[in-house]
């Protein structure tokens, strides 16, 4: 695998991101599925659930769509809450966990394979759209996505989704000490690329935007901001993810969680 910093098109994007999900998938859900529960609904690595913060806010009763739903931990809660939860996913390998999930727990969330920039629903269709570390910051063409969710939601729904807080890009991806040293710039948008050296194909992409860009681009889609949940790392909770642990989370966030209301009629 050779690391790139590179321009990266909605094309190319999909054409790795989604294969690599189906590679990753199972080991995902062996070593977090316990933790994220098949009923659970987690906002990131911290632990932070939708019980305790309310992101969402009322689900009973409601449409509700979680974009890059994985296996369906999130919106299998939501339907356990009352609501009408269904997901969408690039990665088949996810979706097959999904059904896995829906029969051994009894909650069954409705799936489809689709991607986040063309939703395959109707104009006006979901209250709620919402993303756990989904799709959005591995697509390219984040404003044709912010779109497709302001024309699924009903006028005045909401949107709520959670991404690697921001200022996360300029540390190496260490849980240890080394992930606390600067490295790069924060302004710079450069994607991260993995090209597979046997085959000269990207393999995985992940796409940087400032806290700035976020809010310009809900603001464009006609969208306000009303919560932005940094949460803090806490107490007794050593799990490692990834680039987060309890080394790093003591001193800098590592999760991003924003909610914002479409503008009404």
Avoid: K
């Avoid at 989604?18 to 599925?33: S, V």
């Avoid at 009763?61 to 339907?79: I, K, M, P, T, Y």
């Avoid at 759209?129 to 729904?157: K, M, N, T, W, Y």
């Amino acid at each position: 695998m050779r690391v790139e910093r590179r321009a990266v098109d909605e094309r190319e994007s999909r054409q790795a991101n989604g294969p690599d999900w189906d590679r990753y998938a199972d080991e995902y859900q062996a070593t977090h599925g316990e933790f994220l529960g098949d009923t659970g609904f987690l906002w990131g690595p911290e632990g932070v659930t939708e019980a305790e913060l309310g992101i969402l806010g009322p689900v009973e009763g409601r449409d509700v769509l979680e974009v890059g739903s994985g296996a369906g931990q999130c919106s299998r809660w939501v339907r356990t809450r009352g609501g009408r939860g269904y997901g969408l996913d690039l990665s088949f390998r996810q979706l097959q966990h999904g059904l896995r999930i829906d029969e051994e727990s009894g909650v069954a969330v409705p799936s489809v394979l689709g991607t986040a920039t063309a939703l395959p629903f109707a104009a006006a269709s979901f209250d709620v759209v919402f993303c756990s570390f989904g799709a959005l910051q591995f697509i390219a063409d984040l404003d044709v996505a912010v779109a497709e969710v302001a024309r699924v939601l009903r006028p005045g729904g909401r949107f709520a989704f959670s991404i690697t807080h921001p200022t996360r890009w300029m540390f190496p991806d260490d849980p240890g000490p080394e992930g606390l040293v600067a490295s790069q710039s924060y302004w710079d948008r450069t994607p991260y690329v993995e090209v597979d050296e046997a085959t000269g194909r990207v393999s995985y992409v992940e796409h940087h935007r400032t806290l700035g860009d976020w809010v310009a681009v809900l603001a464009r889609h006609d969208f306000r901001i009303t919560d932005l949940a940094e949460p803090e790392w806490p107490e007794g909770h050593e799990r490692v993810w990834g680039g987060w642990s309890r080394t790093r989370g003591r001193f800098t966030p590592g999760t991003a969680i924003f909610g914002a209301d479409l503008a009404g009629p």
